[in-house]
């Protein structure tokens, strides 16, 4: 049996679906109530309190750890997940990790995930690292205002970076997951290519068939936005990255080619999937 957290998010929902279809057993978890993909078992646990968990990993053989919030959850320490779930049997952890633990490894959030990793790496367990960059799901930021206004408002309309499918992230965990040639590996996880917020608009304007305005925002106009949903320090963080990234969050990564036997998804792939979002 496999568990999946997250299971109700971008990455965790398509892992939950695509390890069902291969006939694998499924214990999709999420912090509330919420429907998940025929033929897997639900269990609502927060991981921020590890020993909720302990009702899911009766059993597990595999464990796929997404953490957000949780990471950071007054009290919290995610390592106690690991030593849950070796205590319940589980043999093989995936993790889904940044890539700004090596492009931006003094970052708070940074640091803590690192020291995940390095819990997860003298466990004893099988492991493997996922690191992707920036995902293509952020555009759903932009729906409420594509649907009212056809207006994508973003700052640093023409800086890029190689943002990934969350789907391409979930096929990569259900590899890792099945497949024992991955184990002790860590991925990092990009877009095939570069692409800016102002080519993103054209990508979705593409995919509903009619004009997207893209409206530049001040860093400034774009930080006040972001700290209605986040802390003031993760949104300065956050507008660092994606206002001046580096030679190394700029790479094309060749890993999800090397996992999948395949090209990743491009933004305008993914923006017609979810178009729906933003009629």
């Known amino acids: 049996?496999?568990?999946?957290?997250?299971?109700?998010?971008?990455?965790g929902r398509p892992l939950t679906?695509?390890?069902?279809?291969?006939?694998?057993?499924?214990?999709?978890?999420?912090?509330?109530?919420?429907?998940v993909p025929s033929g897997a078992h639900h269990v609502v646990a927060d991981l921020s309190e590890p020993a909720s968990l302990k009702p899911a990993l009766d059993g597990a053989k595999a464990l796929f750890l997404l953490l957000s919030g949780d990471l950071h959850a007054a009290g919290?320490?995610?390592?106690?997940?690991?030593?849950?779930?070796?205590?319940?049997?589980?043999?093989?952890?995936?993790l889904l990790?940044?890539?700004?633990?090596?492009?931006?490894?003094?970052?708070?959030?940074r640091i803590a995930m690192r020291t995940l990793e390095d819990a997860l790496r003298e466990s004893g367990l099988e492991w493997a690292v996922l690191r992707p960059g920036g995902f293509a799901s952020?555009?759903?930021?932009?729906?409420?205002?594509?649907?009212?206004?056809?207006?994508?408002?973003?700052?640093?309309?023409?800086?890029?970076v190689p943002i990934i499918d969350p789907a391409d992230i979930a096929a990569v965990a259900a590899a890792c997951l099945l497949e024992d040639r991955?184990?002790?590996?860590?991925?990092?996880?990009?877009?095939?290519?570069?692409?800016?917020?102002?080519?993103?608009?054209?990508?979705?304007?593409?995919?509903?068939?009619s004009p997207v305005r893209f409206h530049e925002l001040t860093r400034e106009e774009a930080k006040a936005g972001m700290t209605r949903s986040m802390p003031a320090e993760l949104a300065d963080d956050t507008l660092d990255i994606i206002g001046s990234p580096s030679p190394a969050e700029l790479r094309v990564s060749p890993d999800v080619e090397r996992v999948l036997g395949r090209a990743p998804h491009t933004f305008a792939d993914w923006a017609a999937r979810n178009v729906a979002a933003f009629r």
């Open 97 to 109: 990790s940044t890539l700004g633990v090596v492009t931006r490894p003094s970052g708070r959030t």
């Open 182 to 209: 991955h184990t002790g590996s860590f991925y990092e996880l990009t877009g095939p290519e570069v692409i800016t917020p102002r080519q993103q608009t054209d990508a979705i304007a593409a995919a509903l068939g």
């Open 138 to 160: 952020n555009a759903l930021w932009w729906a409420d205002s594509v649907r009212t206004r056809r207006t994508v408002a973003a700052p640093f309309g023409d800086v890029g």
């Open 76 to 94: 919290a320490d995610p390592a106690d997940i690991i030593e849950e779930a070796a205590a319940a049997g589980v043999r093989r952890v995936v």
């Open 1 to 11: 049996m496999i568990v999946v957290t997250g299971a109700t998010g971008n990455i």
């Open 17 to 35: 679906q695509t390890l069902a279809e291969a006939g694998r057993q499924v214990t999709a978890v999420s912090r509330h109530a919420a429907a």
